[in-house]
Nanobody, 121 residues
Framework: QVQLVESGGGLVQAGGSLRLSCAAS????????MGWYRQAPGTQRELVAA???????NYADSVKGRFTISRDNAKNTVYLQMNSLKPEDTAVYYC???????????????WGQGTQVTVSS
């Protein structure tokens, strides 16, 4: 089992910044991709940004140039630096990790509990 614990959400004014963190723990062989998704009320969960173990990144068009994803492989932790926040960034942000477990290398996909980000206008 892989557990993901997120931190760093909160309330910020438009134009402000927040940094989210997500630490993975438990038993696993390797985490390949870690990422952040978000879900606003009445909408589907959407990818915000993802990063592979090799450092390749992928961003939603709506956050390019404002958000930066990074990762510390030694700590199994992923970060999301969010700058120039907009009210439309308001959502619950979920951490995601995909990799292979210790037992027979079975793939896993785990989610964090979510952290609220609210951007006021």
């Amino acid at each position: 089992q892989v557990q993901l614990v997120e931190s760093g959400g909160g309330l910020v004014q438009a134009g402000g910044s927040l940094r989210l963190s997500c630490a993975a723990s438990g038993s696993f062989f390797k985490i390949n991709t870690m990422g952040w998704y978000r879900q606003a009320p009445g909408t589907q969960r959407e990818l915000v940004a993802a990063i592979t173990s090799g450092g390749s990144t992928n961003y939603a068009d709506s956050v390019k140039g404002r958000f930066t994803i990074s990762r510390d492989n030694a700590k199994n932790t992923v970060y999301l630096q969010m700058n120039s926040l907009k009210p439309e960034d308001t959502a619950v942000y979920y951490c995601n990790a995909e990799g292979r477990g210790i037992v027979a290398g079975i793939p896993f996909r785990s989610w964090g509990q979510g952290t609220q980000v609210t951007v006021s206008s």
